[in-house]
């Protein structure tokens, strides 16, 4: 997974970044995902002051999520858990349709909706 880092306003050090490639790891295990755009934003004069917002381009639409806290790590909790949700949506949607797409053989028959008696 491709991850591009935009930090406005605030020193993001080594520790950090590597604590957000580790979640965002996690996420791979969910979905694949071919690349991520984080945007952590600082802003002294605002209430919630940091800010987070996550691009990640997959498989069919592309998901993203934004979220504010009062911490960096408040903001991003916030951001990976709508993440996981509509990730978990996702596959649930396509769980869902699988099944009510699964056709049976013995009711796709010509005959199926006959029953034996009135057929004679």
Known sequence: MNIKFRVRGLNAHANLRRWLEQQLERLQSLIPVTSAEVVLDHQRDAAPAFGAHVHLAVPGPDIHATAHGHTMQAA?????????????????????????????????????????????
Do not use: M, Y
């Open 76 to 120: 991003w909790l916030k951001v990976f858990k709508n993440l996981k949700g509509q990730i978990e949506r996702r596959k649930t949607k396509q769980v869902t349709r699988a099944k009510t797409n699964r056709q049976h053989p013995a009711l796709t028959s010509r005959w199926s909706g006959v029953s034996a008696t009135s057929r004679a």
